[in-house]
């Protein structure tokens, strides 16, 4: 009865874009919803870094072609963009498609979404009732109704604290002004906060490999930048991943590059370092990992990953992980201390459907706290959830993304605690991690 109503999109990024040109190729009206000023504001945040995925794996085939019908000419598909050029030559034109851009509201910052008329509690006739998303734009405060929701917000306005319990360290909220959360642009706009300083980056994931990459940069011609690094794990084969064996070619360069950069001295690794508190030491900071360790920094940069904002959704039905606050079917194919390969199955609405009827997390939302997601998968996540909103389960349970592959899994190495080690070739299957099991028996077995 509601289908005459919208289907309210969250997030004007790559994935709620994506979400707009499948519900429009199927006919459907989309709304979309943009807290920032544009199109891809969050990735202006990050717009100097280029990425490990080309191309051909950034842009949505849909939304392609909707680009294509306006005059569009896509990028070379073997092109690596950083993320300013993933917004100019992908982002803005296709939020400006006379299709799209009839339907896109900036500034319109999600508060709330619920039931028309209907709490957490109320049961009656729920699922018949549309959806009710409030927003906050520079007019004051908005309601609307729509027949299905996909918030596609993602998780940049939530960065993780540094401190190891899941909270901010001792210190860290005073420590405030010198620290970063995120990639800045180290050679770029916020070079002179970096240039001769000893700094400190937290974290295991990509985006501390492309800090540690421009601050090793900095220190060829500056000598006085010392670069630190601090991992909670002590073994970093896994973290610096499947190198030459890696199917995204530029990710696993880049794990090489961080390799060779440790072994030289340029950077100093800091190994099971679980931080706890920030402290102010004549002028600097001592930064305490337990254990009696302690660095003594200038500058810090928090690349701890996100965390998503569930606020706005207390008066849904949603269903959670415990840990990695995705949806429960999909957290032990995401989960990093679950599943046995780095790579990720595609999945779509059958993972990510919640009790709430027609309302789904897509993007690297849907990832909760877990990291590695590629713009890929959240592609095929929208195409597969748009067909079940327009109730076609066939091609909503159909598989239509093969991802590459990390060529690294957990199992290689002897200090995740697994009973059996697999073989070297464990990535290398058609479908190595399909098994998306919790028991942990099952961990060697899954790629092997």
Known sequence: MNKHLPVIIIGAGPVGLAAA???IDRRIQPLILEAGACAGSGITRWSGVRMFSPWHYSIDSVAARLLSDSGWIAPPADG????????????????????????LRCGAKVTAVTRAGRD?????????????????DQDGEHELL??????????????NPLGASGIAALGEAAAAERIHYGIPDVLGADRDRYVGQRVLVVGSGHSAFNVLNDLAEISRTHPATEVHWATRRKDLRRVLGGGEHDQLIERGKLGIRIGALLNAGIVKHHAGFRLQRIRPVDGALAVDGGNAQSVLVDQIIGCTGYR??????????????????????????IDPNLHSCGSVRPHGAEELKHP???????????????PTFLLATG??????V???????????????LKLPETGVCITQFGDEGLAHPANDSCCTGTDPCACGTRTPSNKASCCG
């Not at 748009?386 to 239509?400: C, P």
């Open 120 to 136: 957490l509690m109320s049961d009656a006739a729920r699922e018949q009732q549309p959806f009710l998303v409030r927003y906050l």
């Open 21 to 23: 040109a499948h519900l």
């Open 80 to 103: 690596f963009p950083t993320g300013a050029e993933l917004i100019e030559g992908y982002l803005r034109p296709l939020a400006a498609t006379p299709q799209i851009a009839a339907t």
């Open 308 to 333: 998503p904002q569930l606020a706005p959704l207390a008066e849904l039905r949603i269903a959670l992980d415990p840990s990695t606050q995705s949806t429960p079917a999909l957290a032990p194919l």
């Open 386 to 400: 748009v067909a079940a909103i327009d109730g076609d389960w066939e091609a909503a349970r159909r598989v239509e």
């Open 379 to 384: 592609y095929e996540q929208v195409r597969s």
């Open 356 to 370: 709430e009827k027609d309302f789904y997390i897509v993007g690297m939302k849907s990832y909760g706290r877990a």
């Open 146 to 159: 729509a027949r299905a929701v996909i918030d596609a917000s993602g998780t940049i306005e939530q960065p």
